[in-house]
């Protein structure tokens, strides 16, 4: 199977392709350059793997909860390679994708980026031996109000740590085992979860494939601001 996949729901812009038993991907930390980057990057993989773009099976796409552009860019592109292919897309949660990259340890795992506004993107996972699994829904809000599942011991992955490490840590039940705040959603993490999916046919038809956002807003109005 011949799987693209494309994360921006960051500060980080990747695109990844997985062809049989190969694993291409390209990543860029580059902020506001998306929109600038994406397709190039999609080229330069298919060009890597000797792969014309009709001989794709199925795009993967980071579907939030994330920066609202960034977030609406990759389900755009997504849909766009789609519907010209007549190809299924197979959603996959950006939080999902972060959590992947924490280390199998034993402990669970609260995956978090910085929603800006005083607020995070949160999601608590599990490893399973095939993947991760959650643990409860996905959540948007102050950290200082984040209310985690029992567990054992956490790791701790993404941006949120990085700005509200402080918040974060007193709604853990001790230090967390594993803690790293410059991780953000990958694409090869995305075609990852995405794989098993896609071959068994549990992709979506393109206009299928929706952001998930967790919240309406995406700015506080003065008064707002003024209050906080």
């Known amino acids: 199977m011949n799987l693209l996949a494309i994360e921006t729901a960051t500060e980080s812009c990747s695109a990844a392709l997985l062809s049989d038993d190969r694993a291409f991907t390209h990543s860029e930390l580059a902020p506001r350059r998306h929109a600038e980057l994406l397709l190039p990057m999609c080229q330069s993989l298919l060009a890597q793997a000797g792969l014309r773009q009709r001989e794709l099976d199925a ?76 643990l409860g829904t996905e959540w948007v809000g102050p950290p200082d109000r984040l209310v985690l599942p029992s567990a054992d011991g956490w790791n701790i992955i993404g941006s949120g740590w990085a700005a509200y490490r402080g918040a974060l840590a007193e709604r853990l039940p001790a230090a967390p085992i594993w803690a790293d705040g410059a991780r953000y959603p990958q694409a090869i993490e995305v075609a990852r979860i995405a794989l098993p999916l896609a071959r068994a046919q549990r992709g979506v038809a393109p206009e299928a494939a929706l952001p998930v956002y967790l919240r309406d807003k995406v700015a506080l109005t003065l008064d707002e601001q003024r209050r906080r």
């Open 59 to 134: 795009i993967a796409v980071g579907c939030g909860p994330g920066a609202f552009t960034g977030v609406r860019l990759a389900i755009a592109a997504a849909q766009g390679i789609a519907f010209a292919l007549d190809i299924p897309v197979v959603p996959v949660s950006s939080l999902a994708a972060l959590a992947m990259q924490a280390p199998e340890n034993g402990a669970a795992i609260l995956a978090v980026i910085d929603a800006r506004m005083g607020e995070v993107y949160a999601g608590a996972f599990r490893c399973t031996g095939d993947g991760i699994e959650p």
